[in-house]
């Protein structure tokens, strides 16, 4: 079984400029999270969608993240002006059903440099 | 509102040495508790988790933890560490209640030495 897939791995930009990092989730699972991990600190929660709809996303800074799952499958997270405080790893994990004992699997993420 | 907190942010041992890696949590209801281990460059993967069954909880590659109630711990242990155990280890913490999000320590990086 294929696990959780990311791209890019990683990313280096610019300040100002746009970002997008991609996640496909494992096969059949409903639930999938973004996860924001800063460095020597634990994932903190940007967004959970429960297939195509975002149920959690107060973590998620509007103003220039966005965030989208079509058709409940894949998601795409958008960055929109890169600030340097947005230098990070960016996780994507998906569980099979909602529900707090669920088990989260995590893709290997995508490192963002912002310069 | 529920955290974790994880004692040490740098664990060292000789191979062949116990593994202890503490986490504290802090609910104001009965928790779900996780560890999870991350490989450089790589994604977090579920070693354990305590959902109220049994007290002890057995996980991957030889790795266990015990929920303790009264102490409000889960520290995770292995009896003989291993150079391939050489990775961060993250404690986080969820509610029964409904859907809360997933809570997670600062980790332990935990280094084995020959």
């Known amino acids: 079984e294929a696990g959780v897939v990311q791209s890019p791995r990683y990313k280096i930009i610019e300040k100002k400029q746009p970002v997008a990092f991609w996640c496909n989730p494992i096969?059949?699972?409903?639930?999938l999270y973004w996860y924001r991990q800063n460095l020597g600190q634990g994932p903190e929660l940007l967004i959970r969608?429960?297939?195509?709809?975002?149920?959690?996303d107060s973590q998620l800074p509007k103003d220039r993240f966005s965030a989208e799952r079509l058709k409940g499958v894949d998601s795409t997270l958008k960055i929109q002006p890169a600030e340097l405080g947005d230098s990070a790893v960016y996780l994507c994990?998906?569980?099979?059903?909602?529900?707090?004992?669920?088990?989260?699997?995590f893709g290997p993420g995508t490192r963002l440099l912002v310069l | 509102a529920q955290s974790v907190t994880q004692l040490g942010s740098h664990v060292s041992v000789s191979e062949g040495a116990l593994v202890l890696l503490r986490c504290n949590y802090s609910?104001?209801?009965?928790?779900?508790l996780f560890w999870y281990v991350q490989y450089p460059n790589q994604g977090l993967q579920l070693l354990l988790k305590?959902?109220?069954?049994?007290?002890l909880v057995k996980g991957i590659n030889g790795f266990e933890a015990e929920f303790k109630k009264s102490e409000t711990s889960f520290h995770l242990t292995k009896p003989s560490a291993h150079m391939s155990d050489a990775a961060e280890y993250f404690c986080a913490v969820t509610y029964k209640t409904g859907f809360q999000k997933l809570v997670f320590g600062t980790g332990t990086r935990l280094l084995v030495s020959p």
């Open positions: 305590y959902t109220s069954a049994a007290t």
């Open positions: 096969s059949g699972h409903n639930t």
């Open positions: 994990a998906s569980s099979l059903e909602q529900g707090p004992q669920e088990t989260q699997y």
């Open positions: 609910s104001s209801v009965p928790p779900y």
């Open positions: 969608y429960e297939n195509e709809e975002a149920v959690d």
